[in-house]
């Protein structure tokens, strides 16, 4: 599995769009601001990315059963197809990552929301 050519131009002018904004101090909630409360507060371009990664985590939380592996590697494909669109600012590069995982069988634990009785 692979980006099509259409993908990978679609992902790079995202990311260059990303890029100008930064570049040029213009404000656009979540991506050069805080999120809610911090909405007004500018996020200096090289703590972008730790501002992503404290989205994830904060929202990460899990219950129930591990879902199946098969289940699991899917839903992962989905996210990358979905990542590839070019609407999200994901890089060329990230987008290697799910179906690198998926091809070799490395899968992440996702939960059920089922609960042991």
Do not use: C
């Amino acid at each position: 599995m692979r980006l099509s050519e259409l993908a990978k131009s679609r992902l790079i002018e995202t990311r260059e769009f990303i890029s100008y904004l930064q570049l040029n101090n213009l404000k656009v909630y979540g991506i050069t601001t805080g999120f809610a409360d911090l909405r007004n507060i500018s996020v200096n371009p090289e703590r972008s990315a730790e501002l992503s990664r404290n989205l994830i985590l904060s929202h990460d939380a899990a219950i129930g059963d591990p879902l199946p592996d098969d289940i699991t590697l899917g839903a992962m494909l989905i996210r990358a197809n979905t990542l590839a669109k070019g609407h999200s600012g994901f890089s060329v590069e990230g987008s290697n990552f799910g179906p690198f995982m998926g091809q070799h069988n490395i899968g992440q634990n996702i939960y059920s929301i089922k609960l042991n009785s």
